[in-house]
């Protein structure tokens, strides 16, 4: 019976689990490496395939190319030589469109008048609108071409076929369309070739019309290992869908959208316009792009594969289940092989764990058997190792008994010296109790004398702070009273200065006032001239009238001569006034000026020499002030540092006691604690006492 609690049943598990461990890892390591083959198989294939649908596909386009270029060549000769009727001209590609099996359809638009002039003489005919001009189109049919007018030419939008081609000068692949030639709608795509003059100048174009009903059905049966194929231009137009065959016409983000890929589109347009293959992973398949160019032609395609991922992992799927089964079976005999090899191994095993059980039930009387103990291997080794602990443990049994007596007799002798033991102790812990009282008593006197101790030392503290600011005061007032004396001696001599330099000027001044004095000398002679210009004017009048008639205009003049004189007269007379009062104004100042002088020279100056006496005075009495206060500060700072000392030794004596009484208290705990531990030690010799008995009582429950 299969149990985990047998030894055997354990290693068959054991083995088990690594055989598995080592097919799940080597089955791992192969799965890993044949999937990662699959998918490269798988993406080789795909590209292969893309790679030949793309020839095909080009070979296809340039085919149709080449015939669309070589139309082209023959519009351009037939407009050079002037001599190609439009019929003639529209016969011959009929004739090549029949013979051409890449086309679908042919056309030529011309601008107006641009091929032969003659656009007013072709107006409604056959392969001709209103306007008459060479727009022909020429379409394939059941059975034979049909022939009409290009209705969409004249579209101005960007996007029109012929307005890129005479925008571009440049042969292209025309975006898929949806068109009606024959009575039949088709999706269609062409190649469309700009016509040029003999100067370059474009005159209109050819195409070449592809049904895409060919390349859906390529697309359609192409499929990459049960997947399918796409057809998209270089801006994002679908041409051709394998699965979504509707989806022609649709943009590439719109289809992909259906499968949940539409941030995809972008990155498959890109890699089409730049010309690399485009390969990326979805939920549900593999995708390869592979870009489609026409050389010398705009624009370009792109064939995708989408490849499902359970075509590509159908192997590897194979391969998993056969491996799960092959380990299923190879686990399944590996226990049973494992577990009936380890049987027979462990049989012995088992007999010696019997044989240990029954010593655990203290039965040391079993018999051990020779096939046991006579083997060479471990299971030997194991039974002569249960005959030694049972024979050992038989000895040792036997040593417990006589010990434990031993035991039991000890403990019984510790018990009384115990007792005695306690007694003493309890004596001494009643001493110990009043000298900690004692120390107790000390302790708190200490603490009473600290406590008076340190409020003088707070006191004597405060009045050394008081003194120290009177110090401080002492060392400002000193200060103030030396920067005072210095600015009393410089104001001194800042005055001494300024009443020299005033006295200097003020003599000057009154030297120069007498200046003035020369002012009325000035005026006297002015005023004695005006005097004499008087009677020289009187005299000159009373020659004018002895002269009469002639001396008229003598006399006038000496009259106004006489008038001047008695004006400047007057004029003098002020001016004499004036200069009498400026005289008196400058005697005044002057006798004002000498009374300042008189007065900064005996008062000022005196006054001044006492401030200076008062100042220094100031001075010395500041410095006796803090010579004082200093020491004071000295003295309290004694006082201070010996009442420290106090309080210190005050400290010493409050902690020393302190510490005595909770050394005596600790003591006196410590015998609290001994004779605590005594009892504890006693009721330990009790129970060693019982332990003892009742070794004794398990060791003659031993079978030996």
Partial sequence: MFSLRKLSSKISLIVALLVLGVIVAISSIILIQVRRTALNDSKSYGREIA????????????????????????????????????????????????????LDGLYVVFEPNAYDGKDSAYINKVGHDSTGRFITYLSKGESSVTVEAITDYDDTSEENYYQIAKTTKKPFLMEPIKYEAGGKVSWITAVVVPIFDEDGNFIGITGGDISLDSFQKMIVEAKPLNGYASLVTDKGSVMAQGQLQDSVGKKLHEVLGTFGQADKAEKIVKGIIENKRVEYESN????????????GIEGQWGFGAYIPKESI????????????????????????????VTKKIVKPIELSSRYMKRMGEADFTEYIPDALINRVDEIGVLGKSLLQMKENTRDTLNSFQKESNNVHDFANKAIQGINTLTTNIENVSAITQELSANIEQTAASAQEMSSSSMEVEKEVEEVATKIEE???????????????????MEAIKEGERIISETSGKLAEALDESKEVSKIQMLSESIMEITEQTNLLALNAAIEAARAGESGRGFAVVA??????????????????????KVTTSVQKLVD????????????VSVDYGKMIKAAQQYNKDAEVFAKISNGFTKSTEKILESIKETNSLVDGIASAATEGAM?????????????NEAENVKDICGQVVRSSEEISSSISKFKV
Avoid: W
Wanted: one cysteine or more; glycine letters at 4%.
């Fill in 313 to 340: 992992y159908k192997g590897y799927n194979d391969i998993l289940k056969g491996i799960i089964i092959i380990s299923f079976v190879v686990i399944v005999i590996s226990i049973i092989l494992v577990f009936l």
């Fill in 592 to 603: 004002s000026s000498n009374s300042m002088l008189e007065f900064l020279n005996e008062n």
């Fill in 663 to 675: 050394g005596t208290s600790d003591v006196a705990n410590k015998v609290m604690d001994v004779l």
């Fill in 284 to 295: 549900g398949s593999i995708s390869i792009f592979t870009p489609i160019h026409i050389k």
């Fill in 559 to 580: 009259e106004e001569i006489r008038k001047l004189a008695e004006s400047s007269k007057g004029t003098v007379g002020e001016i004499q006034d004036i200069t009498n």
């Fill in 51 to 102: 790679n030949a649908y793309s020839k095909d596909i080009i070979n296809k386009l340039n085919a149709s190319a080449q015939s669309t270029l070589a139309m082209s060549s023959y519009m351009e000769c037939s407009k050079i030589n002037k001599n190609v009727p439009r019929e003639e001209a529209i016969e011959t590609l009929k004739r090549y469109l029949e013979k051409n099996n890449y």
């Fill in 470 to 488: 009177g110090n401080n005061l002492a060392l400002e007032i000193t200060v103030r009273a030396a920067k005072l004396k210095n600015e009393f």
